[in-house]
C-alpha cells in the first residue's frame, strides 16, 4: 500500500468518524438508549426470576410530559437522588385520586403517581409510596421493549392499573408531601 493511500485512508477514517459520532452520542442522549434494569421491584414484568439475569430495555426518550399515560413503564431521575435512575409504572396522573399508604391524596397539576409492580418485595420499594407524587418533568423515558436478554426479546404493553377500590373517605386530602 502507497503511503498516500494510507494517508486517504486514514482521512477517510477520521471524517467517518467525526460524522458518526456526534449522530450517535444524539441518538442514544435525546432519542433512545438501552437500559438495564436492577433489582427485584419491577417484578414479574422485569428481571422476572434470577436477579443474576438482568433485563435492558429500550427506553424512548423523547416522551412529552402530556404523552405519559396510566400504565406505561418509565424512566425517571430519582426524586431523592439524582445520580440515581429508578424504573417504575405510571399509576395516576394529575387530578386522579389515589389511596396512598398514609391516607387518600388527589395527585397535583404536573405531577404523576408511580409503584413498583412487585408488591411483594421484602425490599423497600422506592416509590411514590415513599416520595410522594413526582413530578412530570423527572421522566427521562418510556421503557418500549425488552431487548436482552434474547429470550425476553418482547414488547412492554402499557397496562392500565386496576381501579382503586372505592374508598370510605368523602374526599380526598390535597397532596402534602414535600414535592420540592
Not at 471524517?15 to 417484578?43: C, D, H, K, L
Request: charged fraction near 25%; proline fraction near 10%.
Amino acid at each position: 500500500m502507497k503511503k498516500a493511500d494510507i494517508l486517504e485512508s486514514i482521512k477517510f477514517g477520521i471524517a467517518a468518524t467525526a460524522i458518526v459520532f456526534p449522530i450517535t452520542s444524539t441518538i442514544f442522549n435525546y432519542i433512545v438508549s438501552i437500559n438495564r434494569v436492577e433489582g427485584a421491584s419491577m417484578q414479574p414484568t422485569l428481571n422476572p426470576t434470577d436477579i443474576s439475569s438482568r433485563d435492558w430495555v429500550l427506553l424512548r426518550k423523547l416522551v412529552r410530559p402530556e404523552s405519559v399515560q396510566r400504565g406505561d413503564i418509565v424512566c425517571i431521575i430519582s426524586p431523592r437522588d439524582p445520580r440515581e435512575l429508578l424504573i417504575k409504572r405510571v399509576i395516576a396522573l394529575e387530578g386522579d385520586l389515589v389511596s396512598s399508604k398514609k391516607r387518600p391524596l388527589r395527585i397535583p397539576e404536573g405531577h404523576c403517581w408511580l409503584e413498583s409492580d412487585n408488591h411483594n418485595s421484602r425490599a423497600i420499594n422506592l416509590d411514590s409510596n415513599i416520595f410522594g407524587p413526582v413530578s412530570l418533568g423527572l421522566v427521562e423515558g418510556r421503557a418500549t421493549h425488552i431487548v436482552w436478554p434474547p429470550h425476553r426479546l418482547q414488547r412492554l404493553p402499557s397496562r392500565p392499573p386496576s381501579p382503586p377500590p372505592a374508598s370510605p373517605y368523602d374526599g380526598a386530602e390535597e397532596c402534602d408531601f414535600d414535592l420540592d
